[in-house]
């Protein structure tokens, strides 16, 4: 098969990914979807119960819809708050169930690594005319398949940020897993019986610890015991609450939630803990910062972001920014130190790109380890990068989306 008759496979098949199919075919071109999971969504399965701060307008793609649209499917009403699971059956599954892309996705299979056919990483000569080799794992064991491009789109939920302070695990971090949980476990749900009446310390300043606390608070109106601690890196909460003015209307009530929660003395909140030693013993987990020790716990839930696991690109030719592990273009705009989600600019196939010509990497992974990213603004990289696609990485300049100071932001 010539390599222009290959198709582009798609790392993931969140909503990210799935839209990303949604405009290859648009444009004629195939793509092949990887999903590890057992169905589309799944690192949104993970955080199911999770309300989202934008409305359904800024979490559904105009074409995708378009598709959607054309086998009866009914758009979720615009102005209303899906959380997870409603993002999920109202608009991911009914993707990955389209009569358009169903035929292209392939669960179960994992992405082992990707490569060039016959080129390892120091080999140049012939590399762009060569096809993408992918391995993956899947049903029928290990097999390698063979692309034109690749587009990765897995997400970083799955590699979450350690709470230790210096950028890697705290001491006693990995030997007291068992009583850590990452991000926002389903403290009302399925992870109840593991929180009610336990001492629980919430770890992290972003709307992840947000949620985390706010589920904790309504636990401990029903399991009396339970005793919320929170532990945030800066010398203040403020940063953290916003305020009523916050143009999205959900996350700003949030803050405020917390904040009467800290009044009415619901939440114990401890500053300046930048965190280096987890400690076990008979009465619980012990916390160091320092000379700081916290109050003895049972249970930790830390909510410190999330990094992307580059492991399966090592054979490719990736420019990455050490610091924020984004692509090199891309990084001084997405910059938490200089910028929230409102101030990030356009962006699209001219900022992702990377030296393996037609590689891209979309979506939060294209993020690396910033907490700046919307949802909707993945959907913009993914026009970008298909129009560069399709005209052999002549980048497009149109501007189509306008952002508000922030939407659904992963700030953690």
């Not at 074409?63 to 409603?86: M, V």
């Not at 035929?103 to 012939?126: C, E, I, P, Y």
């Not at 380890?369 to 913009?380: H, I, M, N, S, W």
Request: overall charge negative.
């Amino acid at each position: 098969m010539e390599k222009h008759q290959l198709p582009i496979a798609i790392i993931g098949a969140g909503p990210v990914g799935l839209v990303t199919a949604a405009h290859l075919l648009a444009k004629g071109m195939t793509p092949l979807i990887f999903e590890s999971g057992s169905k589309a969504g799944a690192n949104v399965e993970l955080w199911a119960h999770v309300k989202m701060f934008s409305p359904w307008q800024s979490n559904v793609d105009g074409l995708a819809a378009q598709l959607l649209s054309a086998e009866g499917w009914i758009s979720p009403p615009e102005n209303e708050y899906p959380n997870g699971r409603q993002l999920l059956d109202g608009f991911v599954q009914p993707l990955a169930n389209s009569a358009q892309i169903h035929s292209h996705l392939r669960l179960n299979t994992r992405v082992l690594a990707a490569t060039r056919f016959g080129h390892d990483a120091m080999k140049t000569q012939g590399r762009s005319q060569a096809p993408f080799l992918l391995r993956v794992a899947g049903p029928a064991g290990n097999e390698d398949v063979l692309a034109c491009a690749v587009i990765d789109a897995s997400g970083t939920y799955q590699t979450p940020n350690w709470m230790g302070a210096h950028g890697i695990p705290a001491l006693g971090e990995a030997e007291h897993a068992a009583h850590i949980a990452y991000s926002t476990p389903a403290v009302l749900g399925r992870d109840r019986n593991r929180y009610a009446n336990k001492r629980v310390l919430v770890v992290g300043g972003g709307h992840s610890a947000l949620n985390a606390l706010q589920d904790m608070v309504r636990l401990a109106q029903d399991a009396s015991q339970t005793k919320v601690l929170w532990a945030i890196r800066g010398d203040s909460a403020e940063g953290s609450l916003g305020s009523a003015n916050d143009p999205l209307e959900q996350r700003g009530k949030l803050g405020l939630r917390i904040r009467q929660f800290l009044d009415e003395g619901r939440i114990e909140l401890f500053t300046n803990v930048a965190i280096d030693q987890v400690i076990g013993n008979s009465k619980g987990l012990t916390v160091k910062a320092g000379e700081q020790v916290l109050p003895t716990i049972d249970e930790l839930i830390v909510a410190t972001g999330f990094r992307p696991d580059l492991s399966v690109l090592t054979e490719l030719r990736t420019a990455v920014d050490p610091a924020t592990q984004s692509a090199m273009l891309l990084a001084p705009l997405i910059d938490p130190n200089q910028h929230s989600c409102g101030t990030v600019r356009l962006h699209g196939a001219e900022e992702l790109v990377h030296p393996e010509e037609n590689f891209f990497i979309v979506g939060m992974k294209s993020y690396g380890r910033a907490p700046t990213f919307l949802l909707k603004t993945g959907y913009e990289q993914v026009r970008s990068v298909v129009e560069a696609l399709e005209h052999s990485l002549n980048v497009t300049k149109r501007a189509e989306l306008t952002l508000p100071e922030s939407d659904l932001c992963n700030v953690d």
